[in-house]
């Protein structure tokens, strides 16, 4: 069995007995040696370096920060050449972008970036022609790109994100963790989100948390007030604190307004003759 199948099905029952932390340690400190020095770590609130420099998929060598300039994003770290797992997390990804009405470069940004220093800036750019094509949204090419790096910087980046990977030399692959992270206009970790899976509500809610206001509707704002993360469930939980003092601003509004229709009534009626 490959390291990520087993990757795999080990995550899924972490996740189906309800034992995730946000520390990156489901097993309560007993972690299994194929997951040991995986983990992912929650880094919310903190800066990732501007000054990681990483080479396009045209060649060029950026600067990480200069993809961070008014708009939030979305970091997934990974290889190209991975087996399975990898291909699960960018399938995610594109699953819960198609139910935004977002697109990468308009309202927010996507980086791919390889772990694998054996990775090249031409294969980043087949597996970027790969996935334009499933995403299927006309301009996500200026947003979405995919990105390669040297060990040392990639190594950096992992590490200001909480990410663990490492080689696997017995099954010639890497180990590694799956989720992507969310950063704000400023390169400061946002969110985390775990697992394979991101349902559209949970990218919509993580990039309009992110994006500091300048992405969402009103109801999006209001739906963040009303549902806010959960470090320990990994997933926008409802608040029902905040719910019932909406309900009560909601009622107090619609009393009011019944007084001042009433109000208005009363003064629009005709004064009755005095017998």
């Not at 390669?148 to 990639?154: D, L, N």
């Not at 775990?194 to 704002?221: F, H, Q």
Request: hydrophobic share 40%; glycine share 10%.
């Amino acid at each position: 069995m490959s390291t990520c199948l087993r990757l795999l099905l080990l995550s899924g029952i972490v996740l189906a007995s309800g034992a995730g932390t946000a520390s990156g340690e489901p097993f309560g400190g007993d972690t299994p040696p194929v997951l040991e020095g995986i983990e992912i770590t929650d880094r919310s609130g903190e800066q990732v370096p501007p000054d990681i420099l990483l080479v396009d998929e045209e060649g060029n060598t950026v600067r990480l920060g200069d993809y961070f300039q008014g708009r939030p994003g979305v970091v997934q770290l990974m290889y190209f050449s991975c087996p399975m797992l990898c291909t699960l997390v960018l399938n995610g990804y594109v699953d819960a972008a198609r139910e935004l009405d977002w697109v990468p470069g308009e309202e927010y940004e996507v980086l791919s970036v390889s772990f694998d220093p054996r990775d090249t800036w031409e294969l980043a750019a087949a597996k970027k022609k790969t996935y334009l094509e499933e995403l299927d949204k006309p301009g996500a090419g200026e947003g979405w790109h995919f990105l390669t790096g040297s060990e040392t910087e990639v190594a950096r980046l992992a590490e200001a994100l909480g990410f663990g990977y490492r080689w696997d030399e017995s099954q010639k692959q890497y180990a590694h963790a799956a989720g992507m992270f969310v950063l704000t206009p400023r390169g400061m970790v946002s969110r985390t989100l775990y697992g394979i899976e991101y349902p559209g509500r949970e990218l919509r809610l993580s990039l309009t948390e992110a994006s500091e206001g300048r992405l969402g509707s009103p109801l999006d704002k209001l739906v963040l007030y009303c549902f806010q993360y959960s470090a320990e469930k990994h997933k926008y939980a409802l608040v029902a604190t905040n719910v019932m003092k909406l309900g009560a601003f909601a009622t107090v509004l619609l009393l009011g307004g019944f007084i001042a229709l009433q109000w208005i009534r009363e003064r629009a009626r005709p004064p009755q003759p005095v017998v």
